[in-house]
């Protein structure tokens, strides 16, 4: 009578597979096949080294093929483990909002700066937007830094916002208030002293919008239509009536966008327009000075 084969394996084998799996993915297949090992089996890893012939259930094998079969075929490592780290913060994230990038850990930076001078000059905690908030990444981080400030995050996507609150309650950050809506919408009536987005500013058309970096993610979150500055016009035209005085209007956008942001904003009458580059060098964030005269009738 023939012994059925057994399905299970050794870690060194699985390994071994998911490495051959991501072999299309070039130099970084190892890399990644280590990590998603560790990750699906949920292992420290010191134990790729320690316990090489550990075994690997029938049920842990199948669920590491399956996602180096995912991984193979390019979808993001976060959407894997439906998490993703974003200033030293854990994410929950799915296919229904944007991986966080550390590019975007800029805005981050740049708000807290500008947020803790406005704090200090009026003696009073800043009002603060974030539009597309998404993941909530952006909000979240600030809120987890200045748990006094009042920080309002919203996106048009009701999935994303489910994700976002449900971050935020992980995280214990119940002060952040969620608001469905298209940018400006929900708070009409509002004004901050910082308005900060990373909105959707690749264009419909643009070859990156079909690779394996983008393809798995909202299309939505990515790109505004064949107009890749739309949003980022559509936010700057609308942000005077919703800005203080001394308030501060701080974007992300595409690196070689830089320019024609600039351009959108001193044709708005916004001031001191600087751009900042990335860790790569890129210039990647802009920000901006209310302007001196703006509506006094918030839209």
């Known amino acids: 009578?023939?012994?059925?084969?057994?399905?299970?394996?050794?870690?060194?084998?699985?390994?071994?597979?998911?490495?051959?799996?991501?072999?299309?993915?070039?130099?970084?297949?190892?890399?990644?096949?280590?990590?998603?090992?560790?990750?699906?089996?949920?292992?420290?890893?010191?134990?790729?080294?320690?316990?090489?012939?550990?075994?690997?259930?029938?049920?842990?094998?199948?669920?590491?093929?399956?996602?180096?079969?995912?991984?193979?075929?390019?979808?993001?490592?976060?959407?894997?483990?439906?998490?993703?780290?974003?200033?030293?913060?854990?994410?929950?994230?799915?296919?229904?909002v944007l991986v966080p990038r550390p590019e975007t850990e800029l805005l981050v930076e740049r708000a807290l700066q500008f947020g803790d001078?406005?704090?200090?000059?009026?003696?009073?905690?800043?009002?603060?937007?974030?539009?597309?908030?998404?993941?909530?990444?952006?909000?979240?981080a600030l809120a987890h830094e200045r748990p006094h400030w009042n920080i309002t995050a919203i996106d048009r996507s009701a999935a994303a916002l489910l994700i976002a609150q449900d971050n935020a309650a992980r995280l214990r950050l119940p002060q952040v208030r969620f608001l469905l809506g298209d940018w400006f919408a929900p708070v009409a009536a509002q004004r901050f002293d910082i308005v900060i987005s990373n909105p959707p500013y690749v264009a419909a058309d643009d070859p990156v919008m079909r690779g394996d970096s983008l393809r798995f993610e909202p299309s939505a979150a990515l790109t505004p239509g064949q107009d890749a500055l739309a949003a980022l016009r559509s936010i700057i035209a609308h942000a005077p009536r919703h800005l203080e005085a001394d308030g501060w209007l701080l974007l992300e956008h595409g690196h070689?966008?830089?320019?024609?942001?600039?351009?959108?904003?001193?044709?708005?009458?916004?001031?001191?327009?600087?751009?900042?580059?990335d860790l790569a060098g890129h210039e990647r964030l802009t920000q901006a000075a209310a302007p001196i005269t703006r509506s006094s009738h918030p839209e």
């Open 256 to 277: 070689t966008q830089g320019p024609a942001v600039r351009a959108l904003l001193v044709s708005g009458g916004f001031g001191h327009v600087v751009s900042h580059p």
């Open 117 to 140: 001078a406005l704090e200090r000059r009026l003696g009073r905690v800043p009002n603060i937007v974030d539009l597309g908030t998404g993941s909530g990444a952006i909000a979240l």
């Open 1 to 96: 009578m023939t012994t059925p084969a057994d399905p299970s394996c050794t870690l060194a084998d699985a390994l071994r597979d998911c490495r051959k799996t991501l072999a299309p993915l070039g130099e970084s297949a190892a890399t990644e096949a280590e990590w998603l090992v560790l990750r699906c089996l949920d292992l420290p890893r010191a134990t790729l080294l320690t316990e090489p012939l550990r075994r690997v259930g029938p049920d842990e094998r199948a669920r590491l093929q399956q996602w180096s079969a995912r991984r193979a075929r390019g979808e993001p490592l976060a959407y894997l483990t439906g998490e993703r780290e974003f200033w030293s913060l854990t994410l929950r994230v799915s296919p229904d």
